[in-house]
C-alpha cells in the first residue's frame, strides 16, 4: 500500500519500486503506538485495590481520577518506594496519596522523538496522550523505543 506525501508529511518518497515512488514512514506519531484501553483508579481507591487491578490487567501503572478527570498516575515504583520502605499499610493508604503528580501529557500526533525528549526532560516513564483535550490513552518508554525500532528496521531493510 502506497501513501502519498499528502497523506503524511512525515515520509521520504526517495525509494523506486517498479516504477512507483514507494512511501516510506520516517516517523511514527505517539498515536500509532500508544495504548488506548487505559486502566484507571479514583484517589479516594485503597492502593490494594489498585495493585489488583495492576495484576489482574498486566499493567504497570494506573491513571489515577478524580471525579473522572485524571490527576496523577499510580506506578508500580510509587507502590514500591512509596508504600513498602514506610510499611505502610496498602490496605489503608490511597492512591491519591501516593501517586506521582502532576501528571505530564502529550498530544496524540507528536513525534516519538518529542514524546521521548518529554519523558528524559521531565523524569517520567510514561506519558498521558490527550487528542483534542480529551484522553485518548497512555503511551510508555517501551512504546516509543518499540516504535523507534520498528522505523529503523523499515529503514535498514530498503
Request: glycine residues 6%; aromatic residues 0%; proline residues 3%.
Amino acid at each position: 500500500m502506497a501513501i502519498t506525501a499528502k497523506e503524511d508529511e512525515n515520509l521520504d518518497l526517495s525509494k523506486k519500486q517498479g516504477g512507483l515512488v514507494m512511501a516510506i514512514p520516517t516517523t511514527l506519531t505517539v498515536r500509532e503506538v500508544m495504548t488506548e484501553d487505559l486502566t484507571s483508579v479514583e484517589t479516594a481507591d485503597k492502593v490494594i485495590a489498585a495493585i489488583e487491578i495492576m495484576t489482574e490487567r498486566d499493567v504497570g501503572s494506573v491513571v489515577v481520577t478524580q471525579d473522572g478527570k485524571p490527576v496523577g498516575i499510580l506506578t508500580e515504583r510509587d507502590i514500591l518506594k512509596k508504600v513498602c520502605p514506610r510499611q505502610l499499610c496498602t490496605k489503608s493508604v490511597t492512591a491519591g496519596e501516593i501517586m506521582s503528580k502532576p501528571l505530564i501529557h502529550i498530544e496524540a500526533d507528536a513525534g516519538l522523538g518529542q514524546a521521548s525528549s518529554l519523558m528524559s526532560l521531565k523524569d517520567v516513564r510514561r506519558l498521558l496522550v490527550m487528542d483534542k483535550g480529551k484522553v485518548a490513552g497512555i503511551v510508555t518508554q517501551k512504546d516509543v523505543m518499540r516504535g523507534t525500532l520498528e522505523t529503523f528496521m523499515s529503514l535498514a531493510s530498503m
